[in-house]
Each structure stands twice: as structure tokens, then as C-alpha cells.
């Protein structure tokens, strides 16, 4: 009997040491003007619901404090908008006071220089020099043709194999795909040693940032250094060689014509900016598109229409050109209607720099906001039956020209990488649906936050088209 009271006297303990610290957290923010919301637990907030919940704690939220709320996630007090006119506001006002603002176990792995992470002058640096590896010139004459020569030979003999867990399959084919165009000389040790370090470094940029030993921000950390180290030496030996290289790497590094000069630092951070930022899109969109190909045969029969006529017009070893995949119309609206439906990127996140009124509230300096975008997604009122994978939809109306087309950002945040991650994954279904047919082998249920991904992966038994 004595034990048994010992045992409540503790639990009521926990329960009011639990309530006290709930109380308080939620009271360190209750200044006036800021909008309705919880905050959860100190240091923690309510991350851990954020991710185990996601689309439901974000609608459970917003049921009981309406679009515009504020909570405690990823490590910072943030507001979260899920109001679609608000939302481009703020993506299109970035120099009234709101600046890119990811979380820190983002900002620290990717590094200080990433594209994201800088605004200013110093955005504009990193931006222009990104754009400039990456414009039509660039992707018609260097790019292109190094991502047809990789899909060829990556989607080879996939008819041979019992079955094909697609989702490593296409994890695989992003970062490889990535990996070649900034550095095309590594060989497969290195390429190896890249890659294990890089599946760390993206564990780690959604976790708390607790530097402990083993959490994903520490392995994050840890990886983000392995790969700095290998990319250092990889830069000496082309300094000391006096080569001229003509991949992405090569182009940063050039000293002659070069309007946007890096410093080794710079350039590091925007190695691993191009590895991280196409790598989900790409990887998952691809996946996906698969899967809702598979699940809707006419879109399968369009789509692979547009490709084998693409096909017939060219030899059989002529790549694809930048005139191809402008022509692939119906495969765009493909992959916009997989990344709308699959909600690759949920969102977005801002930071004040200075305090601001907002939606009638008060938001202090140095809070987040995460501009919600997912649920827009969804809105009947802006896509009919919107559950449905219909990418006729794109073809018929021109919703990429709409102020709710936010799948690839806004503002000057617009996604610089938006066109070349478009052609990887064109160039990756071109030469899928006219090589092959295929058939689910399990692995189908999916999980759609934070990252979409199959669990168990995602089989499939490929036979020759």
C-alpha cells in the first residue's frame, strides 16, 4: 500500500512539473498583439506533434485558432500562415522586414552561405551565380547532354532484375545525376564516399538541433564536415593540375570572365545547396509520378504518346535537346499535378527582422514564419475535385500564371533550379515509359509527411516495353 501511494505521489509530481512547465512556456509568450496558439514544451515546442502529425496538427491547429496562428517549431517561436492571399504577400515582400528564415539545424548543416540562408547583397551573389550554371545556354550545351548520357546508362537493364525498389532507385538517380554535373571527374570510390555522407547531412536538416552524440543533427553535422573536407582536396588537385573543367565546379572556380567570384567557402556552401535542393524534388517526384502513372492508364497512354513521338523524330543515340523537353507539355503538367498532389515541399519559412504588424497581429523580431502552402494544394475552391490526379487540368487552364501557384516558391525566393529539375525528371520518364512497362510488387502504402516516402519502398517488376 505504501509503494502504491509512493508511486501516485510521483505520477502527481510528474503531472504538475509537466503542467507548470506547459503553463509557463506558453505564458514567456503570450505578449499582446501576437496571434492565438500554444507553444508546448520549452526548448522542444511542439516539434515532436509537428512531425509525427504534420497535415492533421496543422488542420487541428487551424480549426481551433484559425489560418493565421502561432506555435513553437523546428526549434524557434513561429507563426504559421495558411491564408493562400497572405502567403504571396509575404513571399513577394521579402524587403519589408521579412527574410529567409529555415530552421537552424538547416542553416548550420547547409552551411551560412547557402542560397537560403543570405539575403541582400549577398543573396544576389549567390543567386546570380547559380542562375549563371544553370541558363539556357548552360543547359542546352553542357547539361543536357551530361543528364541524357546518365539516364541512358542509369535505367539500363532494369528489365533483368526480379524486381526495382524505385524510391532508392530514384533517391540514387537525383544525387548521382546532381553529383555529375558539378563534378564529372570523381570516380566511383569518391562518388561513393559522397553519397554516404550526403544521405546524413539531409537526415539531419530536419532535427532538432541538439548537438548530442547520435542524433540526426550531430550525424548532420559530422557529414556536412566529411563532405567540406572531400570537396577542399577535390578543389586543390584541380588548382594544382591547371586544368580547365567544364563542369559546374569548373565554372565556380574559374577566375577569367567569371562575374560572380566565390570565395572556397561560398563555393562549398553552393555545391551542397545544387546536391540538397534538387535531390527531394527530384527524387520523389519522380517516384510519384511513377506511382500515379501506374494508378491512371490514359494519363500513362498521353504521356507516353508525347514521348515515343519525341522518339520517332530523333536517331536512336541523338540525345535530348532543350527543344524536347519544351515540347513535353503534357509531361510538365505531369509533374506539376505530382508535385501539387504529392506536396513535395509543404512550405516555406520567413524570419522578421525587425517587429512587425502582420494580419492585425504583432510579430516580434526574429520569429519564423512558415508560409503553410500544402493545404492551398487542396482547396476546392481553387482545384476542382482536387484529390484527383487530373494533369489535364494544367493543359487546359493556365494555372501556372496563378497567384496560388506556389509550388516552386515566390518572390524573389523563386526557385532558381526550377527549370533544370523539371528536365531531370523529364529526361528520367522519357527514357522510363519508352523503355519499359511495369507492374507494383508491394510497398504501395506511402507516407506523406515530412517527406513523402515509402516506408518498406516501392517494387516494381519492369519488363521491356
Sequence with gaps: MGIM??????????????????RWNQMRYSKKGLPPGTMGWPVFGETTEFLKQGPDFMKNQRLRYGSFFKSHILGCPTIVSM???????????ESKGLVAGYPQSMLDILGTCNIAAVHGPSHRLMRGSLL?????????????????????????????????????KTKHMAFLSSLLQIAETLNKPEVEEYRTEFFKLVVGTLSVPIDLPGTNYRCGIQARNNIDRLLTKLMQERRESGETFTDMLGYMMKKEDNR??????????QVV???YSGYETVST??????????????????LRREH???????????????????????????IFETSRLATVVNGVLR?????????????PKGWRIYVYTREINYDTSLYEDPMIFNPWRWMEKNLESKSYFLLFGGGARHCPGKELGISEVSSFIHYFVTKYKWEEKGGEKLMVFPRVSAPKGYHLRVSAY
Design 83 to 93: 491564408d493562400a492571399e497572405l502567403n504571396r504577400y509575404i513571399l513577394m515582400n
Design 351 to 363: 524570419k522578421t527582422t525587425h517587429d512587425l504588424e502582420l494580419n492585425g497581429y504583432s510579430i
Design 273 to 275: 545547396t545544387i546536391l
Design 260 to 269: 560572380y567570384l566565390l570565395t572556397d567557402k561560398e563555393i562549398r556552401d
Design 308 to 334: 515515343l513521338a519525341i522518339r520517332d523524330r530523333k536517331r536512336p543515340d541523338e540525345p535530348l535537346n532543350l527543344d524536347d523537353i519544351k515540347s513535353m507539355k503534357f509531361t510538365r503538367a505531369v
Design 285 to 302: 517526384t519522380s517516384m510519384m509520378a511513377l506511382k500515379y502513372l501506374h494508378d491512371h492508364p490514359k494519363a500513362l497512354e498521353e
Design 5 to 22: 501511494m509512493m508511486i501516485f505521489g510521483l505520477l502527481l509530481i510528474i503531472v504538475c512539473v509537466c503542467s507548470a512547465l506547459l
Design 132 to 168: 549563371s550554371l544553370i541558363s539556357p545556354a548552360m543547359m542546352n550545351d553542357h547539361l543536357l547532354p551530361k543528364i541524357d548520357d546518365f539516364m541512358r546508362s542509369y535505367l539500363c537493364g532494369w528489365d533483368e532484375v526480379e524486381t526495382v525498389d524505385i524510391q532508392e
